[in-house]
């Protein structure tokens, strides 16, 4: 089984789509992550973001793992453990601007691609673009969504509960900007696909999106059997 997750910055995907792998059994993959460690690997490498084919060509020569369990899942690159430095405000600033490169995409898109097919008992992907163009004949997609002023309210209380520094303003100007970012795009910009389940969160807490998810999995299962 292939579950699909998109949706905008703060809206609750990965938390959801750990809940459900562990639920499920099922391979999580953070597709985010696998950005954010090209960031990375372009920041080191002293790169600058707007030189697309360099990037692209990092994207191409990184080997990015993720290992683990969803609730500790860890992220190599090339053998390095880079769990904690893809997660700096830096790094998720630089991720933001990489996933614009069109060919960084499309070589993400593939390794995504291999990953899912080659997972056993299937494989939850969530990112912004799941659903619309890695897999679009996933068996369930889902799209979360929740007004800015709440993914940023959650973003903030994640942050402060980490001990990053920033503030509501600051995080809600990010969201905005990633936002404005995701949905320009010239290549696979966030978008709902046409057969999506979307779910507002704005009002809901983990628990009461986490079973509607569920309810609507085993509604598909149940169509498919």
């Given at each position: 089984?292939?579950?699909?997750?998109?949706?905008?910055?703060?809206?609750?995907?990965?938390?959801?789509?750990?809940?459900?792998?562990?639920?499920?059994?099922?391979?999580?993959?953070?597709?985010g992550a696998m950005y954010r460690a090209v960031a990375l690997a372009s920041v080191q490498a002293n790169v600058r973001l707007d030189e697309s084919e360099k990037v692209a060509a990092i994207a191409e020569k990184a080997r990015i793992e993720l290992i683990g369990?969803?609730?500790?899942?860890?992220v190599f690159m090339d053998g390095d453990d880079v769990t904690a430095a893809i997660r700096t405000l830096e790094i998720a600033q630089a991720a933001s601007v990489v996933s614009t490169n069109s060919e960084v995409r499309r070589i993400m898109v593939r390794h995504q691609r291999e990953i899912g097919n080659a997972a056993p008992n299937g494989c939850v992907?969530?990112?912004?673009?799941?659903?619309?163009?890695?897999?679009?004949?996933?068996?369930?997609?889902?799209f979360l969504t929740a007004?800015?002023?709440?993914?940023?309210?959650?973003?903030?209380?994640?942050?402060?509960?980490?001990?990053?520094?920033?503030?509501?303003?600051?995080?809600?100007?990010?969201?905005?900007?990633?936002?404005?970012?995701?949905?320009?795009?010239?290549?696979?910009?966030?978008?709902?696909?046409?057969?999506?389940v979307v779910i507002d969160t704005s009002e809901l807490d983990l628990s009461e999106v986490f079973e509607a998810m569920l309810a609507k999995i085993q509604e598909q299962k149940a169509s498919a059997a």
């Open positions: 089984m292939i579950i699909a997750i998109d949706g905008p910055s703060g809206a609750g995907k990965s938390t959801l789509g750990k809940m459900l792998a562990t639920k499920l059994g099922l391979l999580y993959l953070d597709t369990e969803p609730d500790s899942l860890q992907l969530e990112g912004r673009d799941i659903g619309s163009v890695v897999f679009p004949d996933a068996d369930i997609k889902f007004k800015p002023d709440a993914r940023a309210r959650r973003r903030f209380e994640e942050d402060k509960a980490k001990g990053r520094s920033s503030s509501y303003e600051q995080t809600l100007a990010e969201i905005n900007q990633r936002d404005e970012r995701d949905v320009s795009r010239a290549d696979s910009p966030l978008t709902i696909a046409d057969d999506a």
